[in-house]
């Protein structure tokens, strides 16, 4: 299944700085590579082998970026119904444990377990688009059912 396009400016933000940023460090990576090279031999030599290692990471995370970027939607409204769960809510949850987490609908590439960042295209974030408060969403994990109460949305 192929990730959804969605993010949000917050992340869009985030996805062009660190764009940014990787060229920057790109350019240092370049400017040392071609130093290591003005001394000489470079058979042997660990650290040109760890920049030119650093080097293939970093254009290819360029390359990624720069491809996926333009294909991104930002979505930055409201939708017209707050009640209901959409990309980009935070969304208040209690399991049937009785305990609670909130969770905010993002796109894939904004994915940030810390901050309860899930993806749109998480089990539960499939299940949970469009309840409102009070209802209940039921997704199957590893062979296990769990159940999650709605209790708040916000945007």
Known sequence: MASSLYVTAEGYAVLNNE?????????DVVKALSAA??????????????????LREIDRRIRYLQKRLPDLKVIDQTP??????FFAAWVTVETEQGNEHEYRIVGPDEIDASKGYISI?????????GKTV???????????KKTYYVLGIRY
């Not at 009070?134 to 296990?144: F, G, L, N």
């Open 19 to 27: 764009l940014n940023a990787r060229w920057q460090r790109r350019r």
């Open 37 to 54: 090279a003005a001394e000489g031999d470079r058979s042997e030599n660990a650290e040109d082998i760890y920049r030119k290692k650093e």
């Open 80 to 85: 017209d119904d707050p009640e209901r769960i």
């Open 121 to 129: 295209d998480s089990p539960l974030a499939r299940q949970l688009l």
């Open 134 to 144: 009070d209802d209940e969403v039921v997704i199957h994990v590893a062979e296990q």
